[in-house]
């Protein structure tokens, strides 16, 4: 396949075709490139070409099918049914992107209910007044639930993190790793 770059052409009746590279990929969606790559592996998003030297290049329409799969696995499917939902049909990318909103409106309602109960639990301390155990403990609930995309973000720089440093010992030469 011939080689593409980032806004390059492809040839075919001098249509416009960006390319992205799996590292442009991850940097525009936030997932590693370790996960992309194991995406590939399972056949879920594979891209729809390579360079002359074998890297990765997805188009559009990837873009589009990724989208689909991160949308799904944030509905909470695993990667096996999101799969399969995949294969089935092309999915109506309305439905998609209305879950989407759906989803992101209970987030949002989850959130407005803690805050209320941080007010509330403020000001009961303000006024010096006790908080009581059910009060403390389902404040503390509500923390937990809200935490968690916290947690999963921090996993997920880690995970970058560590990609890289995989990148440049892939890229470093064997003696200069052993110290020779």
Same mark, same amino acid.
């Given at each position: 396949m011939a080689k593409h770059r980032e806004g390059s052409t492809d040839g075919e009746a001098g249509a416009a075709s960006r390319r992205w590279k799996v590292g442009d990929i991850a940097a525009l969606t936030g997932l590693t490139i370790r996960t992309l790559r194991y995406?590939?592996?399972?056949?879920?998003?594979?891209?729809?070409?390579?360079?002359?030297?074998?890297?990765?290049?997805? *188009?559009?329409? $990837? @873009? /589009?099918?990724?989208?689909?799969?991160?949308?799904?696995?944030?509905?909470?499917?695993?990667?096996?049914?999101?799969?399969?939902?995949?294969?089935? *049909?092309?999915? $109506? @990318? /309305?439905?998609?992107?209305?879950?989407?909103?759906?989803?992101?409106?209970?987030?949002?309602?989850?959130?407005?209910k803690l805050l209320s109960e941080l007010e509330q639990a403020s000001a009961a301390v303000r006024s010096h007044a006790p908080l009581g155990v059910e009060a403390f403990t389902k404040l503390l609930g509500m923390m937990k639930q809200s935490h968690e995309k916290y947690f999963w973000e921090r996993r997920t720089q880690a995970e970058r993190a560590l990609d890289r440093l995989g990148d440049w010992l892939a890229n470093e030469p064997e003696d200069h790793i052993q110290g020779g």
């Open positions: 995406y590939d592996q399972i056949g879920l998003f594979s891209p729809s070409g390579q360079t002359g030297s074998g890297h990765r290049l997805y *188009d559009e329409s $990837d @873009l /589009s099918r990724l989208h689909q799969i991160l949308a799904l696995k944030e509905l909470g499917l695993p990667l096996t049914e999101i799969q399969s939902v995949l294969e089935r *049909d092309a999915p $109506d @990318l /309305s439905e998609i992107i209305a879950a989407q909103i759906g989803r992101l409106r209970e987030k949002i309602r989850v959130q407005q």
